[in-house]
């Protein structure tokens, strides 16, 4: 199992230039489960999920690692311990999935050193977790959107970080390969420990994965908690203006909401 890691925010402001997207934002993040961010677009997950992997710079408050700031921390022992997957990463030109897989190993190795057993095997067991062992040779440029999404967190994985942080990790994929993707985000977090923070748009996607759930509107972190407790009418409607009610999904016992159109009840009586 991974080990246990304090990983936490204190009153944190950040954003872009002049304008500030999060605001005063404090958090713990759960070590060994899997936390989802969730709210409406441009409320600031990603600011926030960025700012916490040291992408961008907070113009105040902290961010600590076992009580370190992580502005203090050098790079590469940084990367050993927090992976991120973007949003939109870059697919560089004319790379092979093991060589893309391989460049997880960076933090791991040093200017003159060559590749270790240890980091063949590490390539080797993300992906085989990632189910794209058979794809090793091949081109990512030739490969259906939900294969390189899986190779991507494939080299997130060869990081061998115990924190890993996911923005939108299923975005543009169909239901089927979402639930694929997050079924083996599951298994890792079960089978290592692994640390998983992710930011997910389906909030009944969210509400069934997620162990803890930060609910984020306008740039504030408005709730916090267990799916049961945070994935109410209530909350939705408030940051995402959505009349919905909320019931017990039938399958995983998760909250699910069932949104209320503008012309229910007209549709409704036709019938």
């Known amino acids: 199992m991974k080990p246990t890691h304090l990983f936490e925010a204190e009153n944190i402001v950040a954003g872009y230039e002049n304008k500030t997207v999060i605001h005063e934002v404090s958090l713990a993040i759960p070590s060994n489960k899997i936390s989802v961010i969730i709210g409406a677009n441009a409320c600031g997950k990603s600011t926030l999920l960025k700012t ?34 973007p949003q939109s990463p870059i697919v560089p030109e004319g790379i092979s999935v093991a060589d893309l897989v391989g460049r997880g190993r960076f933090p791991h190795q040093s200017l003159f050193s060559g590749w270790t057993k240890k980091d063949y095997e590490a390539v080797a067991e993300a992906m085989e977790i990632m189910n794209i062992t058979e794809l090793a040779n091949r081109n990512i440029d030739e490969l259906s959107g939900g294969q390189r999404q899986r190779v991507w967190i494939a080299m997130a994985l060869a990081q061998q970080t115990d924190i890993l942080f996911l923005d939108e990790p299923t975005t543009f994929l169909d239901i089927t390969y979402q639930v694929e993707i997050l079924d083996l985000l599951t298994d890792l977090n079960q089978k290592y420990g692994t640390t998983i923070v992710m930011v997910l748009h389906d909030i009944n996607l969210a509400a069934r994965y997620a162990d803890y759930i930060f609910a984020m509107h306008e740039g504030n972190l408005v709730a916090e908690g267990e799916p049961s407790m945070v994935i109410t009418d209530t909350l939705i409607k408030e940051i995402f203006g959505l009349n919905c009610t909320v019931i017990k999904d039938p399958v995983s016992g998760s909250p699910n909401v069932v949104p209320i159109g503008r012309y229910h009840d007209n549709r409704a009586s036709t019938y």
């Open 52 to 85: 916490l992997a040291r992408l961008i710079k907070p113009t105040s408050g902290k961010i600590t690692l076992d009580g370190r700031p992580i502005s203090k921390i050098p790079s590469k022992e940084l990367a050993r311990i927090v992976g991120l997957l």
